[in-house]
């Protein structure tokens, strides 16, 4: 499975979100799982299996398929809650 946090510019945003996602995985001993980033602009549908955005650009990213909105990209609790979600959706939990 693979993971594309997105954010517009594709540096600090996207790139926390990604840190924040494989602490989480690290949390739930979850290995098989790659995480990466990119822009929005970038981004393409079939670059990842899921793709995490925050919600100011959730509509620029409905192209992408299986997407997850952020309400907070600082919420660790939220980001929690969503990445298992999308681990079990996804078979790997």
């Not at 979100?17 to 799982?33: A, T």
């Amino acid at each position: 499975m693979k993971i594309l946090a997105v954010c517009g510019q594709g540096l600090g945003t996207s790139f926390m979100v990604e840190m924040n996602i494989n602490q989480v995985l690290d949390e739930l001993g979850v290995k098989d799982v790659e995480v990466s980033h990119s822009d929005l602009s970038s981004a393409q549908s079939g670059d990842a299996d899921v793709f995490f955005l925050a919600k100011d650009i959730a509509e620029g990213g409905e192209q992408l398929g299986n997407i997850v909105i952020l309400d907070s990209i600082i919420d660790i609790d939220e980001l929690r809650v969503k990445v298992k979600k999308s681990l079990e959706e996804n078979g790997v939990l």
